[in-house]
């Protein structure tokens, strides 16, 4: 497919600026609490992807950052809405939980939105992604680190979508979206190797087209992308996916993103999508 015929459609995402961003505990294997993070160069970086977005004409609410919570800039993780509908987090460590209260307070303030509080651990769309144009619409979750089994069947009857569950095998790679990504409402990227032989038969099953990413692009974080159909936004790092998404016809746009990285994390985790 050629440049052209990649359409890109307006999102509306969140994003929270990493005024209080530290690693001062390692709760994946990314983290080192023994090297001191540049939070002023993380705000920097960050402003450049809120910059990169507006300019490619979508909104881009703005979740105030609360003290104490150093995790708080990976925004994708405090909820996953669908259609009005927002399923809340519930956090896996108890050192971000009281990030979900201010994603919770963020849609109650905004009005427009069903929120419905979880019973069950999930990281939101760290663990959660939608294809709008798959089979109807479907929800893909992963599970084995953070987000317990029981919240896909718990979204599934919130959201009224088929939810697909995957299971995570890979330390390295403890939220679906850092081995699998949308690249528009109906096609995927991942890195199958970050996935259970049996979740590898279904991926493949459900999307015999996906473009494929090796190790070397998991670990630059080259999944952990942001698209609107068709700019494909990328971290720095991550050239060799750069070329391969360019090569399926969308257009890369890189961001130097190498702070967030020390906390595991990378353009999507910073940026959730609010699907009204
Ligand atoms: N330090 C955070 C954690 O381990 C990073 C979260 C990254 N977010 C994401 N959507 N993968 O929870």
């Known amino acids: 497919m050629s440049h052209a015929e990649r359409l890109p459609r307006n999102r509306t995402y969140l994003m929270c600026p990493p005024e209080h961003f530290t690693v001062e505990y390692a709760i994946n294997p990314w983290m080192n609490t023994e090297f001191a993070v540049d939070a002023a160069l993380a705000v920097q970086q960050w402003e450049a992807l809120r910059a990169t977005l507006t300019d490619l004409g979508h ?3 703005v979740l105030d950052p609360r003290p104490g919570l150093p995790d708080m800039v990976y925004s994708a993780n405090g909820a996953f809405s669908v259609d009005g509908t927002v399923y809340g987090a519930r956090f896996r460590f108890p050192q971000r939980a009281d990030e979900a209260v201010a994603h919770r307070a963020f849609y109650a303030d905004a009005g427009r939105w069903r929120f419905v509080a979880p019973e069950h651990v ?3 769309e760290g663990d959660f992604a939608y294809l709008p144009g798959a089979y109807g619409g479907i929800v893909l979750a992963g599970y084995g680190f953070r987000t317990d ?7 599934q009857e919130v959201l009224g979508r088929p939810v697909v569950s995957l299971k995570l095998v890979d330390p390295a790679f403890y939220h ?16 199958p190797d970050a996935f259970s032989p049996a979740s590898q038969r279904v991926l493949a099953q459900l999307f015999p087209d996906a473009l494929l990413a ?3 692009d998991a ?5 952990n992308l942001v698209s609107d159909g068709r700019h494909v936004i990328l971290n720095t790092e991550a050239s060799a996916m750069g070329r391969k ?9 890189h ?3 190498s702070e967030l990285k020390r906390g595991g994390g990378s353009v999507k985790c910073a940026v959730a999508e609010l699907r009204p």
Do not use: K, M, Q, S
Not at 149 to 154: F, K, L
Not at 185 to 190: G, P
Not at 245 to 253: E, H, K, W
């Open 214 to 216: 090796d190790r070397e």
């Open 122 to 124: 999930n990281e939101g």
């Open 59 to 61: 909104e881009v609410h």
């Open 176 to 191: 679906l979206d850092t081995a699998l990504a949308a690249l528009d409402d109906r096609h995927v990227t991942y890195y």
């Open 219 to 223: 670990e630059a974080f080259g999944l």
């Open 245 to 253: 998404v360019r090569d399926a016809g969308y257009l890369p746009v």
């Open 149 to 155: 089994p029981a919240a896909h069947a718990e979204a």
């Open 255 to 257: 961001v130097n993103l």
